[in-house]
């Protein structure tokens, strides 16, 4: 009984409460114009996990994408909630499973799908690059985009991640960025590179 309520009436009540939550608040979406026909990796930090669906799909109402999560049972439960929003997965992650999953990974970017990452995750440390986010941009040849969300007024999570919640009935600002190639950058350069540009709209 308990399991079946941990995995699924509660992704489920996740689900429902994420969508009342962004029904209730304004959003102004700053957004690039993003060709048809091109995959890219979509990443953002672990703590704003939440926001990202709308954000992604509000830009590409028709796009596929699939999204790396752990195979931890917290993974189980996330994976369950974004599969409400239409949103796939890759199970793995840095820390069991990770030739699977970004051999998987690689293979979906060039069957034309979108992936999403979070660098910092499944454990943190909070707002660090893994290695991965860069090893599977550079053998994809795929461009990453930042995503970043930020809500006027949240409850912040003691986390490690310190997960942001959006509170209802205020705005949120949702962030993507133009897409960066790292092709040419060195593993430390890729690495910088990329936390720079997630920083910039990032809650604190």
């Known amino acids: 009984m308990k399991n079946y309520f941990k995995f699924k ?13 962004y029904f209730t608040n304004k959003k102004a979406f700053h957004h690039p ?3 048809d ?4 990796i979509f990443v953002a930090w672990h703590g704003d996990l939440l926001s990202q669906p709308i954000n992604y799909f509000t830009n590409r109402p028709h796009g596929i994408v699939k999204t790396m999560i752990s195979q931890s049972k917290d993974g189980e439960i996330i994976a369950k909630v974004y599969s409400l929003f239409g949103i796939d997965s890759i199970r793995g992650s840095s820390s069991k499973g990770a030739t699977k999953a970004l051999i998987s990974t690689i293979r979906e970017i060039k069957a034309g799908v979108d992936v999403a990452l979070t660098p910092d995750g499944p454990r943190g440390p909070r707002h660090t690059v893994a290695d991965g986010v860069i090893a599977i941009a550079q053998k994809s040849g795929a461009r990453i985009i930042v995503l970043n969300s930020k809500p006027t007024s949240y409850w912040q999570f003691k986390s490690w991640d310190k997960f942001v919640l959006p509170k209802p009935f205020g705005r949120i600002d949702f962030y993507m ?5 790292i092709n040419d950058l060195e593993f430390d350069e890729a690495r910088n590179f990329i936390k ?9």
């Open 33 to 35: 114009v993003l060709k």
């Open 37 to 40: 026909g091109e995959s890219f």
């Open 177 to 181: 960025s133009e897409p960066y190639n």
């Open 196 to 204: 720079d540009k997630m920083m910039l709209n990032a809650i604190l």
């Open 9 to 21: 009436v509660l992704p489920l009540l996740l689900y429902l409460v994420v969508k009342l939550i």
